[in-house]
């Protein structure tokens, strides 16, 4: 894999990405002489060893629709990644997995005939409408309790909260959330409503109206991991909200140290999803001494190979 970068074009990319991954990973406080301001907890050397980059993972519903959901897994459930930013159907396709599978199908198969039969189409994935039946047979009840809690103690749930509540609730250690929620890594959704979850919160306001999730809250939770860190890096897999979201968090201290985005989108619309890390650099999101890169590739293909180079690679070797 180290050979991916001298053989050009993306592959280049994704050599650097691996590069730039293992950096994050591997920075320490202790790797940087001590500063003349420096605050006197962090200047005892033993707690400079352990000082080390905040690692920000983002990603797509669709990522975890797919197998990449168990490359995510892996990463969370060995405390590889400090920060977790997802999509709604990026939280509740991991637990509708817990509760009946997707299934492996066609790009070309007829919507009108997948609709007949109830199926529902994601790329070449197909899930079962049953499944979402599922997921409101088991989350509802969660709801209610979420309400009455929010009633009787006063609890204020936040998108974040809320999926840490779930996460424990699955009790499932093929879950994403699951171990997020057993390591204490948060997790954010600002779009939380934007989904099934959201299907789910709207009957059940109807039936049982009253919960409130309050996402205020929570973008002070999100901005604070990126300010008081002493370095940041970004993990990005696909675009829109989650990308965003990651970035402008960083802004809040003068941008990310380390940066890779992976996805296919092109920056000619202007859009967010297509803007390269050095557009973030404009803006003061990425710092302008920092390494980045974007891989134009799709993730599926490439994240796995990624992860096997550097977080696994070096979980394997610690474990030797």
């Not at 059940?204 to 939770?221: E, F, M, T, V």
């Not at 973030?280 to 590739?297: E, F, L, Q, T, Y």
Request: hydrophobic letters at 40%; a negative charge.
């Amino acid at each position: 894999m180290s050979t991916y970068k001298t053989i050009g074009f993306q592959a280049s990319g994704l050599g650097e990405a691996m590069d730039i991954i293992n950096e994050m990973r591997n920075w320490r406080l202790s790797d940087e002489p001590v500063a003349e301001d420096e605050n006197d907890d962090l200047r005892d050397p033993e707690v400079r060893k352990k000082t080390k980059c905040k690692i920000f993972l983002g990603y797509t519903s669709n990522l975890v629709s797919s197998g990449v959901r168990e490359v995510i897994r892996f990463l969370v459930q060995h405390k590889m990644v400090d920060v977790v930013v997802a999509t709604a159907g990026g939280v509740e396709e991991d637990f509708i997995k817990c509760l009946a599978p997707t299934f492996l199908g066609d790009f070309q198969l007829r919507g009108s005939e997948l609709r007949k039969q109830g199926l529902n189409r994601i790329g070449n994935l197909l899930v079962p409408n049953n499944n979402y039946c599922k997921f409101e047979d088991w989350v509802v009840p969660i709801l209610d309790q979420m309400l009455h809690e929010q009633k009787d103690q006063g609890t204020v749930w936040t998108p974040s909260s809320m999926i840490k509540r779930l996460g424990e609730e699955i009790n499932d250690e093929s879950s994403i959330y699951y171990w997020c929620a057993k390591n204490d890594i948060p997790v954010f959704c600002p779009a939380i409503t934007d989904g099934s979850l959201g299907d789910m919160i709207y009957f059940h306001s109807i039936r049982n109206p009253g919960l409130i999730i309050d996402i205020a809250a929570d973008i002070r939770g999100m901005n604070n991991n990126a300010v008081h860190a002493r370095k940041t890096g970004m993990i990005i897999l696909g675009g829109g909200l989650i990308k965003h979201h990651i970035c402008n968090a960083n802004l809040m201290r003068n941008g990310a140290d380390y940066a890779v985005y992976i996805n296919t989108a092109q920056e000619f619309d202007g859009s967010d999803a297509g803007a390269r890390p050095d557009e973030a650099v404009s803006w003061g999101k990425i710092r302008a001494d920092s390494r980045h890169v974007k891989v134009c590739a799709e993730a599926t293909l490439v994240f796995p190979l990624i992860v096997a180079e550097t977080f696994a690679k070096g979980y394997h070797a610690e474990k030797a």
